[in-house]
């Protein structure tokens, strides 16, 4: 939602003609290091004598440095499995269903203000939920938070592909590879330096224009995973979402001021083992205060700055005014009092957990 994680190429439907084009251009950059790879192969079959095994080995390192890396489970939060949350598995079964795909196989919770989904090896999907971010949502708005992040993996956003951000990460290796030598003192070294320019220059291009390829696909993708929002919690929970993006910021003020004051302590505050309790209630209470004219006032700073969670996400009152504009839908499910009360009981450790090191590293570990 935030800042969108990894993921494989969703279920390969709604790319668009940016998205086509930025697959394309990955698939060239993946091309050139499998090439990389038969040569070497080639050249470690005996081809050429000695030189010719040093080149190979030579030519398999690179390509080994330039392999798409496949995303792995993350070191920080706390894993939910399928059987300690059912509940909570069986609510993203059902949004996954209205929105036209599968559920996660894996549930992440941790202390970021953010949300996005990934892919873990080759197949298996997996849900990062941050909870300063869940905490302060409606239940509506969170069955719209995980509608528009499964929506993810049908719209064809490239930017969530395993293909697209492997390039990146390809293309930012060559331009390592291609950085001049600083202390270049000699003229061989300042010859390097010389010939490396164009090979430089041209991965400089080609990062551009991946990211621009990519940033259209994905902002595209954000308005339709927004419009799947709205489809699964109603239109009123997906605008809902939006405006609690509008103040994520004092998210942000509020979660530092509760997590400094418990770390700090004093009377009346709990002890170092306790310090995380209360610390979600006070966060959604503190939120729960904004007034409905601070919403106003944030929509109209948002219209004339530009407002949006990052680059790859539209301004954030386009994201509204296009929910509104369009015809408003119902919510094709939703969350009772029983069953919202089930899924945080399954959540309860995990709330007490994040709350423990969130008091202890501090937000972003400061």
């Known amino acids: 939602m935030l800042h969108s994680l990894t993921s494989q190429d969703g279920d390969g439907q709604g790319r668009d003609v ?19 790879a038969v040569c070497g192969v080639w050249l470690l079959a005996g081809v050429g004598g000695g030189f010719g095994i040093t080149a190979g080995l030579v030519l398999l ?8 890396r496949l995303v792995r489970m993350p070191e920080d939060g706390v894993v939910l499995r399928r059987d300690e949350a059912p509940e909570l598995y069986a609510l993203i079964d059902e949004v996954g269903r209205v929105v036209g795909t599968r559920g996660v196989d894996v549930v992440v919770v941790n202390g970021e203000i953010n949300a996005g989904v990934s892919v873990l090896g080759l197949r298996r999907r997996m849900l990062v939920v941050g909870l300063p971010l869940w905490e302060v949502l409606a239940p509506r708005e969170r069955i719209a938070l995980l509608g528009h992040e499964l929506a993810h993996f049908v719209n064809g956003d490239t930017r969530h592909g395993l293909v697209v951000t ?9 331009h390592h590879y291609f950085s001049p030598i600083n202390d270049a003192v000699g003229w061989l070294q300042m010859l390097t330096n010389l010939a490396i320019v164009p090979f430089r220059l041209l991965t400089s291009g080609l990062l551009s224009v991946l990211d621009l390829l990519s940033v259209r696909a994905s902002q595209r993708g954000e ?3 927004d419009r799947a929002a709205a489809r699964v919690a109603s239109t009123d929970a ?3 979402l939006l405006d609690r993006l509008l103040v994520i910021e004092s998210v942000e003020i509020s979660l530092r001021r509760e997590i400094n004051s ?8 709990p002890k170092a083992r306790d310090a995380g309790n209360g610390l979600w209630d006070e966060l959604a209470s503190s939120m729960g205060e904004i007034p409905d004219f601070e919403y106003e006032r944030r929509r109209r700073v948002g219209e004339r700055r530009g407002h949006s969670v990052d680059a790859t996400h539209p301004p954030t009152h386009l994201r509204r005014r296009h929910l509104l504009e369009t015809a408003s839908l119902p ?10 009360a089930r899924i945080g009981v399954e959540l309860s450790g995990a709330r007490a957990d994040v709350a423990r090191v969130l008091v202890r590293d501090g937000l972003d570990g400061d």
């Open 18 to 36: 940016f998205g086509v084009l930025a697959y394309a251009l990955a698939l060239a950059v993946h091309s050139v290091t499998l090439v990389l």
């Open 61 to 68: 390192a690179f390509a080994w440095s330039l392999r798409p």
């Open 262 to 269: 418990r770390r700090m302590g004093g009377p009346g505050r």
């Open 223 to 225: 308005y339709l995973a």
């Open 238 to 240: 997906a605008v809902g």
């Open 166 to 174: 492997s390039a990146y990460r390809t293309l930012a290796t060559w």
């Open 331 to 340: 919510a094709s499910l939703g969350v009772d009092g029983d069953r919202g």
